[in-house]
Nanobody
Framework: QVQLVESGGGLVQAGGSLRLSCAAS????????MGWFRQASGKVREIVAA????????YYADFVEGRFTISRDDAKNTVYLQMNSLKPEDTAAYYC?????????????????WGQGTQVTVSS
């Protein structure tokens, strides 16, 4: 079982930036594909970005439009989501997910380990 703890959420004005962090424990970090998902009130949880266990491949949802960057630091067992040019429509709870796999999962059903979430609120 992988334990995941997110941090870095908060309230920011439109156009601002936030960096989310997700610390993992309980499994060899460099065997984990990692993903960031978000869930706005009343909506389905959707993928934001994902990164391969090796860091050699990444995926971004279309709505990211080059504004976000996912990265990982295997020495710190941590994955990051740098979010720039935030928009009010980015307001949501953001969740970190992990899966032991050699592939790059981009669907929420492919992940079986989840953090508790961190709230991001973007004001207009």
């Amino acid at each position: 079982q992988v334990q995941l703890v997110e941090s870095g959420g908060g309230l920011v004005q439109a156009g601002g930036s936030l960096r989310l962090s997700c610390a993992a424990s309980g499994h060899t970090f460099n065997s984990l594909a990692m993903g960031w998902f978000r869930q706005a009130s009343g909506k389905v949880r959707e993928i934001v970005a994902a990164i391969l266990w090796s860091g050699d491949d990444t995926y971004y949802a279309d709505f990211v439009e080059g504004r976000f960057t996912i990265s990982r630091d295997d020495a710190k067992n941590t994955v990051y989501l740098q979010m720039n040019s935030l928009k009010p429509e980015d307001t949501a709870a953001y969740y970190c997910a992990a899966e032991v796999t050699a592939t790059l999962p981009i669907d929420r059903t492919e992940y079986h380990n989840w953090g508790q979430g961190t709230q991001v609120t973007v004001s207009s």
